[in-house]
């Protein structure tokens, strides 16, 4: 069973996650911020895995604490499901359109982190949201999940258009790599592990 729960307190944040990385794209995501619950819920809706966020925060100073913890969280709750991450296809990458903008996501679930942005936005609100807090869920994730990520912009000047397809994109990519291959069952990994 690919399924992982990770809670998380803090003195500024309070989140539990739930997955099932086998799951149908169900998805029950609370947040105080609006803007990132919506984007939340692109990922199980794209990545058809079941995922249910409950996430409190300090969000009366902004939501920066909130936003980076779930990406912490989440992280730690898909490694969990992934377990030895045997008979994954490990990679994934997508690109993807939404009216004018246009974003590439490519990872790898080595165990070994590193993430590279390439996403270039204006410091901004959407919604009540810092466009640059994309920035930090992201890196968030990739290190606490323990994956190599890559996020690129092609195109694109509408900023909600930019941030949406960049979760679909992680999404679809995330679909990619953490599905098994029938034909590969063991790691896929020639040093025989994934860290």
């Known amino acids: 069973m690919r399924r992982a729960r990770v809670a998380r307190a803090t003195s500024e944040t309070d989140i539990e996650v739930e997955i099932d990385l086998d799951g149908t794209g169900r998805a029950e995501i609370d947040t105080p911020i609006p803007f990132l619950s919506h984007m939340l819920e692109q990922l199980p ?3 058809l895995f079941d995922l249910t966020v409950a996430a409190k925060g300090d969000v009366h ?4 604490h909130t936003t980076e913890d779930i990406g912490i969280v ?49 410091k901004a609100k959407i919604g009540e949201w810092d466009s640059e807090l994309a920035e930090v869920f992201f890196e968030a994730f990739a290190r606490s999940l323990g994956c190599n990520l890559h996020v690129k912009l092609h195109e694109g000047a ?34 025989g592990s994934l860290d």
């Open 45 to 47: 809706r794209h990545g």
């Open 61 to 64: 100073i902004d939501g920066h």
């Open 74 to 122: 989440l992280g730690k709750a898909m490694q969990q499901a992934l377990g030895d991450r045997k008979g994954i296809r490990r990679y994934g990458s997508a690109t993807l359109p939404m009216d004018e903008a246009l974003v590439t996501v490519a990872l790898d679930l080595s165990g070994r982190p590193y993430f590279v942005w390439r996403v270039p936005m204006p």
């Open 158 to 191: 509408n900023l909600h258009h930019i941030v949406e397809i960049s979760f679909k994109a992680l999404a679809r990519s995330l679909r990619a790599a953490c599905e098994l291959d029938p034909r590969a069952p063991g790691i896929p990994s020639t040093k």
